[in-house]
């Protein structure tokens, strides 16, 4: 796996061993002191003879003592994960050991300006607490104490809290509302109780689409009169979220080192959206690590310390970007089905897969060259990526406008590195895609039939050291009466365009200039052909390297066409990086323009003709 995509590989494929070793690490850390404590509860629960096969609330009391508690840090974070933000972990287990287990995108145009974003956060203040609210703890197989954020919510039982997905995997859970430091657990103003089960959205993930699902339920023991938390605290609302910009409420518990006074932090601010992502997006100072799961409450009552919570931090990466900049999930139908799911106390929690994403923002920041074509023969167009470390993947397209899977056609390579420039065609004439690829030391190279079997075999078409190395920009179509896009289209490294007719495996055969060298052409910065306009010939969208952008219509040998300037020089344009064009959804008639962005967004334009045609996110940006 590529270098630059390890952040992936890292969430993805070997998250779980490194959760390990950092937990390994976490406790090689931990005190002998603790160490101790763990012997002495162990021999307090053998001596007076409970049974370790349950967590009870004298379980919980006996281990949880006001020095654990307060040294209990967060969940380590994953790696990729917050940077030096809400400090998160990204576990996706079932909690306790005994438990059985595309959008508009406005505040992005400002991002991808130069300069990192200029925060107008709203401020922290201290905040006695809401007896509502509390510190979640538990234990990690390391032996290691965590802590996050949790709510009491109503339910009919009255035994429910909310919190992250992502807070934890683990033993010894147990929940304290209105926490006060310093205070062993008998002493606490609403004492402490033990969690019984968790219930968490198995499609959780720490990026991606399953980020929008980060929020979780916990049911509590009753305490040893027989009383169920809700009768102690009373309970906030779980309610649909009605906006993505709206007041709210978030009191949360930071970690000790952040937070000298050991208490809760309360801020009043209007949230916006997570572009690309299903998710509110709050800028507040001093939410640190500790603090996921902390609701998010509208309407909060500050006589009754209770209100209706419409969200929990948590989201993309553990919950945010900075301290200062945090995330919620959008609450919809998804959050109601395991609300019930835990009111049912059912056996598991089963969910239907999501549909594919093909990553993040991160990682998307790193894909050099796109190129589209039939490469899988099913009518559909596909989506392939060459990667900076030399990696090339194939994303088949599912005819709807996203994608369906995706598999790898080289692993990272220095060779590929080298791949400056590539266009899909159908060179061959076998009704798949082909790929040509210009190499920086000018060698230009045809691969017939590319599939999700790779490439197959290797045609030479000019060699290195060639005139080809001034090939700037090339892209394929159907540009002559021939109905196959076997045509390409160079832009020279002087500003001369020129056609090539009827490319097959034998070279380049038929030239046609379309435009003498000029400085005009020399600021071409992205070129890509498609059928935009419906015609018989296939045209040209071109972006300059000030941001404008324009569409040469019926391009053919006898030159470019009508010009028409689709957008005004403009700095959003300048973040376009790679772009291609194909016919990803159903439409038949017009190509869609697919663009990746500086951020890492990948967008696509359904219908592009004169004019961009619908936006549609297929990546959402890098967060911020």
Known sequence: MRISRRLRTVAVGVGGVLLAALATTASAVESKDQ????????????SKGRSKASWTVEDAEDF??????????????????????????????????????????????????????????????????????????????????????????????????????????????????????????????????AIDRVFKDPRHTDTGTGSNLDFAF??????????????????????????????????????????????????RTKTTRLTGYRQLRMECGGFHGGTSGSPWLMNYDERKKTGQVVGNLGGVGGGGATSDVSYSPYYHNEVFKLYHDAVDNVTAVKRPPLPYGPGTGETWQH?????????????????????????????????????SGERRLKAANSTWKHATTVTGGDFTGNHTADLMVRWSDGEVTLYPDVSPAGFGREIKLADAKSVWKHADQITAGRFTADKRTDDLVVRWSDGEVTLYSDVDGRGFKKESKLQKPNGTWKRATLLTGGDFTGNANWDIIVRWTDGERTLYQDVNTTGLGKKTQMQAPN????????????????????????????DGEVTLYADTGTRLGAERTVVPPKTS
Request: glycine share 12%; charged share 20%.
């Open 64 to 193: 949880w003592t006001s020095a654990r508690m307060r040294s209990a840090t967060p969940p380590p974070a994953a790696e990729g994960g917050t940077p030096g933000g809400t400090d998160t972990d990204v576990g996706t287990g079932t909690g306790p050991a005994n438990a059985d287990a595309g959008p508009s995108h406005p505040a992005k145009r400002g991002a991808r300006a130069s300069g990192p974003a200029q925060y107008a956060a709203s401020s922290e203040t201290y905040y006695e607490g809401s007896k509502t609210i509390g510190v979640l703890y538990y234990v990690d197989n390391g032996l290691a104490s965590h802590h996050c954020t949790a709510s009491v919510v109503h339910s009919p039982k009255g035994n429910l809290i909310l919190t992250a997905g992502h807070c934890g995997n683990g033993s010894k859970y147990a929940f304290v509302p209105q926490y006060r430091t310093g205070k062993p657990a008998s002493r606490q103003p609403n004492g402490i109780w």
């Open 218 to 267: 916990a049911t509590v023991k009753p305490d040893k009169l027989g009383r169920q938390v809700e009768q102690i605290t009373g309970a906030n609302t779980l309610t649909r979220t009605p906006s993505y910009k709206v007041w709210v409420d978030v009191i949360g518990y930071p970690r000790v080192k952040h937070d000298p006074k050991d208490q809760a932090i309360k801020c």
């Open 571 to 598: 700095a959003l344009w300048k973040h376009a990086q790679a772009m291609t064009a194909g016919r990803f959804t159903a439409n038949k008639r017009t190509d869609d323009l697919i663009v990746r962005w500086s």
């Open 367 to 403: 894909a050099r060259q796109l190129a589209s074509g039939d490469y899988t023969g099913d009518g559909k167009a596909d989506l392939l990526v060459v990667w900076k470390d030399g990696e090339v993947t194939l994303y088949t397209g599912n005819g709807a406008g996203g994608f």
């Open 35 to 46: 160490s101790k404590d763990q012997s002495k509860d162990q021999s307090k629960d053998q």
